[in-house]
């Protein structure tokens, strides 16, 4: 990777997604540990102490680094779990960690001074004062930003912020206050930034009738797919409600972010980075799209024309959308 190249930051839910991940040209990849101080504690997901040591020899091996999220908030009186984290992350020699909580980045400041900190998106940082404020106090040295801002708002933060910017490029999108959301603990008791789960897969119920497919998460009816049609995964914030007379998806479209097609407007943004959401998907996920986005940002590196290969098939419900960067309004 050369200076002029974004550099591509792909999920891994496993060990064996991590060498995927790798062998189909990842330049940094990120995992989390087997507990609730990430934010993808699903079951069968995530390393144990072992195996991420083990993934990240593999990585360096190949030249390739791994960046350790701890990016949930800790429990009052259960600090110890997370500190073990950042302790053991460090050991094993992980590139940055991610974190989001300010008392877990102080800890890391203060007893970890040689470990390098990401802000996660999990910390919502959302304009350059907010930014500055983490890169100041607790020597944070790249921001993933919040899928909120259009393509030119993030060009205006990196002309006041002295740290590297990472943005998503493709996969799941929040569209609550990044994973801070109230819908998902009401509905199963299990919170996305405290316990690590958005919709956990054991809340989910598919009844199918014969004529509907009704998608439950706990006791509400999320979506009501006919026969044909797509069935997506229920998530409330991209469910389909009766709302103003109307029945509709209310916040947000059952759809993906791919914003393959924006790549050279990200580099001309300043951002350093691109990421890759899906830690809790296959490894044919993995590799598919790790393929088709190394092969997108070393073309832009070579001044060649950047291919956008169809992804389709890998979006939620088949659809995806630019999200927030080409910001249009219903």
């Known amino acids: 990777m050369t200076l002029d190249t974004l550099e591509l930051v792909c999920p891994a839910g496993t ?30 997901l995530n390393f144990s102490r072992d195996e991420l040591a083990a993934g990240i020899a593999y990585a360096h091996d190949a030249g390739a680094r791994v960046f350790v999220a701890v990016n949930t908030f800790p429990k009052a009186g259960g600090e110890a779990a997370w500190h073990r984290a950042l302790a053991d992350a460090e050991g094993m020699g992980a590139d ?18 040689g470990l390098r900190l990401h802000l996660s998106v999990q910390a919502a940082a959302a304009n350059a004062d907010t930014i500055n404020f983490y890169a100041d106090r607790f020597g944070v040295k790249r921001v993933v930003l919040p899928r909120v801002f259009s393509v030119e708002e993030i060009a205006a933060i990196n002309r006041e912020i002295s740290v590297e910017t990472e943005a998503f490029v493709f996969g799941g999108l929040c569209v609550m206050a990044e994973g801070r959301c109230l819908l998902s603990s009401y509905a199963t008791g299990r919170s996305p930034n405290m316990n690590g789960v958005c919709s956990p897969a054991s809340h989910v119920v598919y009844q199918d009738t014969g004529e509907v497919l009704r998608s439950r998460l706990g006791p509400y ?17 991209k469910g389909c409600f009766a ?23 990200f580099a001309e943004a300043g951002v ?8 809790q998907r296959s490894k044919a996920y993995v590799s598919a799209v790790v393929r088709c986005f190394r092969d997108a940002v070393d073309a832009l590196a070579e001044g060649r024309p950047i291919p956008v290969a169809g992804l389709s098939r890998l979006t939620e419900g088949q659809t995806s959308t630019q999200g927030a960067y080409v910001k249009t309004w219903r």
Do not use: W
């Open 15 to 44: 060990p064996a997604s991590l060498r995927t991940a790798v062998d189909a040209g990842a330049h940094t990849v990120y995992c989390g540990f087997s507990d609730e101080t990430n934010a993808r504690n699903f079951p069968g």
């Open 96 to 113: 940055a960690v991610i974190l989001a909580d300010l008392g877990l980045l102080a800890h890391a400041a203060d007893r970890h001074p």
């Open 221 to 237: 009816t999320i979506h009501v797919s006919r026969k044909g049609q797509a069935a997506p995964y229920p998530t409330l914030c």
């Open 243 to 265: 709302a103003g007379g109307a029945t509709m998806h209310v916040f947000e479209d059952p759809a993906s972010l791919d914003a393959a097609r924006l790549i050279p407007r």
């Open 272 to 279: 350093k980075a691109l990421k890759i959401e899906g830690r």
